[in-house]
């Protein structure tokens, strides 16, 4: 099976500064179709996940630019270019090439 | 646009039954397949099920191969979760959400099943 591993699993951050979340998975993640069917999600408190990043580094509708995704092969990355307020919640990354497995999830918190 | 409206949830006894309901609207249901993930309290997400548009395949997270069944009516706009032979383990927040883009990309509000004596 494969085994997603994120870090770190806290994460206070500033209000302004960046933040980075890793993603590392236990086999690669390249489909036989040559995509990469690697996801990030957000989930603020209280609420339902929302998608943010699908296939390593397309944003969905809606995310503002501030979140980018990069990475590939087995290691990803989750970048916050300037930490708001409203980022405070869980990120999960959530592999979908070979079946479905999410992250242990990162809380990000406000310093 | 996409509304994903669970229902069913509630407090059963281990081994007992329960099924979930996810009422969906907003979008053209019979060509997009339907998830299934849970998150227990104060836990992680975990995937569960995933049924195709078109019904006819359906796939399921080890733990709960055999007891869980995912089913898909086209004509109500309605996805189920049959849950056979509950245990502790699985009391969670049930979420439906809607395939896009290879995952599951528009979600539900969750319903909660709680599994205990």
């Known amino acids: 099976d494969v085994v997603i591993t994120q870090s770190p699993l806290s994460l206070p951050v500033t209000i302004g500064q960046p933040a980075s979340i890793s993603c590392r998975s236990s086999q690669s993640l390249v489909y036989s179709d040559g995509n990469t069917y690697l996801n990030w999600f957000q989930q603020r408190p209280g609420q339902s996940p929302r998608r943010l990043i699908y296939k390593v580094s397309n944003r969905d509708s809606g995310v503002p630019d501030r979140f980018s995704g990069s990475g590939s092969g087995t290691d990803f990355t989750l970048k916050i270019s300037r930490v708001e307020a409203e980022d405070v919640g869980v990120y999960y990354c959530m592999q979908g090439t070979l079946w479905y497995a999410f992250g242990q999830g990162t809380k990000l918190e406000i310093k | ?117």
């Not at chain 2, 099920?49 to 089913?71: C, H, M, P, Q, W």
């Not at chain 2, 049959?82 to 539900?108: H, I, K």
């Open chain 2, 1 to 117: 646009q996409v509304q994903l409206v669970e229902s069913g949830g509630g407090v059963v006894q281990p081994g007992r039954s329960l099924r979930l309901f996810c009422a969906a609207s907003g979008f053209t249901f019979n060509t997009y397949d339907m998830h299934w993930v849970r998150q227990a309290p104060g836990k992680g997400l975990e995937w569960v099920a995933l049924i195709s548009y078109d019904g006819r395949n359906e796939y399921y997270t080890d733990s709960v191969k055999g007891r869980f069944t995912i089913s898909r009516d086209n004509s109500k706009n309605t996805v189920y979760l049959q849950m056979n032979s509950l245990r502790v383990e699985d009391t969670a927040v049930y979420y439906c959400a809607r395939d896009f883009n290879w995952a599951p990309g528009y979600w539900g509000q969750g319903t909660l099943v709680t599994v205990s004596s």
